[in-house]
């Protein structure tokens, strides 16, 4: 069995990527809580012993370093046979979405989500820049699931784990009240989150929490 160790902080919506899909695959992992806030992964140490790119969060695989949290996530559903897609034409369908959220939902929601709540005095034109292209890219999700239960269609998969994430976080950090605002999105939430063995972020990150400025 392989043996597991996730670093992480809490906050940290791709580690609960990483951590919520070992979890509906029945596996077990070490947490290995990282100060983030006060900036270790900046350090030249941790960028040297932990990850090169600076960046969290690092999925140890017996002792082998895995970072970037798309393709831990493919790696993983090709290992355990589940949550991935089940011929080319759902495998091109994960990898679209995966993409989109990496480079649209995910990395905004992130910044302006971190921005707005763990730091003292953000900057109300960035805030207003960032929420506008999240109202954008949550009007493109709400539509598709009004007709898709999950993101290619009657079962979950590793990109609806990678398009939750940060939306699963308590509204009071996000700044949106999905049930009121994005019925279809919160419904979706609500369908990931009655898959047995689901935990929510918090639960399955324990650990020193950034202080809330919001």
């Known amino acids: 069995m392989t043996a597991y160790r996730l670093h992480y902080f809490p906050e940290s ?3 609960y990527k990483l951590a919520l899909m070992l979890t509906l695959c029945g596996q077990t992992f070490e947490p290995i809580w990282t100060d983030f806030g ?16 600076g960046e969290i969060p690092v999925l140890e695989e017996d002792g082998a370093r895995l970072t970037q949290t798309a393709p831990i996530l493919l790696q993983l559903a090709e290992r355990y046979g589940r949550y991935g897609g089940k011929n080319a034409q759902e495998q091109f369908e994960v990898l679209r979405w995966l993409f989109w959220d ?17 730091t003292r005095s953000p900057d109300p ?11 954008d890219f949550l009007a493109i999700l709400e539509q598709h699931l009004q007709g898709s239960a ?26 949106y009240d999905f049930a009121i605002s994005h019925p279809a999105v919160h419904a979706w939430l609500g369908r990931i989150a009655n898959l047995p063995g689901w935990r929510s972020p918090y639960d399955l990150l324990p650990g020193k929490r950034l202080t809330h400025y919001a």
């Open 150 to 175: 999950f993101a290619i269609g009657d079962r979950p998969t590793i990109a609806d784990f990678s398009i939750m994430a940060y939306l699963s976080f308590p509204k009071e950090e996000t700044g």
């Open 38 to 53: 006060g900036g270790v992964t900046r350090t030249a140490e941790w960028r040297a012993t932990v990850n090169e790119m």
């Open 102 to 118: 990496n480079h649209k939902l995910s990395g905004y929601m992130a910044t302006y989500r971190y921005h707005r709540t763990f």
């Open 13 to 15: 919506g791709n580690s």
């Open 125 to 135: 034109h960035v805030l207003t820049y960032f929420r506008r292209r999240i109202d």
